[in-house]
């Protein structure tokens, strides 16, 4: 029943990291999300990128941008590391520049807006101010390019997918390595409980020595020292050559007659 209970156990922790790993699957090619995020498409056309733009997942990363742009007005960590990221993938922003595509679609009731502070209402509202801000959500000093003059000015969804993957696949990967181990270690007991102990604990010389009753004198299968040794003598066994309390010399030596037991 607790063997049950091991593999049952074993079997929802690796469940769970098997999730957490197909979470990390990107639904769009790399090459299709890159190209749709610059301000104009050269592959695809607004049309065909508009299911990525208005797919759950990016509206999900949406909200992980928006709670690092909150969370960057009091801890300093998060503003660094939306920087980092927007000089690590040359990019601006989280959405494509100057290409809004308005949603007032509700987030999926799934999507925690915990520590977002703004914009949780609709996924998407594009601002009515002509001549606002150009990219989707900016910090650092991107925002300060003319984004009409940058060449190949895009946004960063990509690159924040892809940081949050490299942070989830190694807790996946982690709970799946315990899961691993938590199956051989329930194998190997399974080995081990089926092992013939009679045949493999213990040595092939004290399988056949009768263990010795020394407040009776006699083994336990009530024989004494001296009959032991005499019975051995005659059928020349283990204990011919070796016993407890002497030496059997088998053979004839000068002045020892034969079969006579010598005290140690």
Request: charged share 20%; aromatic share 12%.
């Amino acid at each position: 029943m607790a063997l049950l209970l091991d593999f049952f156990l074993a079997g929802i922790q690796l469940t769970l990291g098997g999730t957490m790993y197909s979470r990390t699957l990107p639904e769009y090619d790399e090459s299709f999300q890159l190209d749709c995020l610059l301000k104009e498409p050269v592959v695809n056309s607004p049309d065909d990128c508009l299911g990525y733009i208005r797919s759950d997942r990016y509206a999900g990363m949406m909200l992980v941008w928006r709670s690092y742009v909150y969370l960057s007005l009091d801890y300093t960590k998060y503003y660094q590391r939306l920087v980092t990221i927007e000089q690590d993938g040359v990019c601006c922003g989280f959405g494509p520049p100057t290409r809004c595509t308005g949603d007032a679609r509700d987030f999926p009731s799934y999507f925690s807006e915990n520590q977002v502070g703004f914009g949780t209402d609709r996924r998407y509202v594009c601002g009515a101010e002509i001549g606002g801000c150009k990219y989707d959500y900016p910090m650092g000093q991107c925002m300060d390019i003319d984004v009409d003059v940058l060449e190949g000015a895009r946004g960063c969804a990509f690159e924040l997918e892809m940081h949050m993957t490299n942070k989830v696949i190694v807790h996946a990967f982690f709970i799946m390595g315990l899961s691993a181990l938590m199956f051989a270690s329930m194998l190997s007991g399974c080995c081990m409980f089926w092992k013939r102990a009679y045949d493999d604990s213990m040595p092939d010389h004290v399988d056949s020595h009768v263990p010795w009753d020394p407040f009776k004198n006699k083994d336990l299968l009530g024989e004494n020292k001296g009959t032991k040794s005499k019975r051995a003598g005659r059928e020349g066994g283990p204990a011919a050559t070796l016993d407890p309390l002497g030496v059997l010399i088998m053979g004839k030596m000068p002045g020892v007659n034969e079969g006579k037991i010598i005290p140690m």
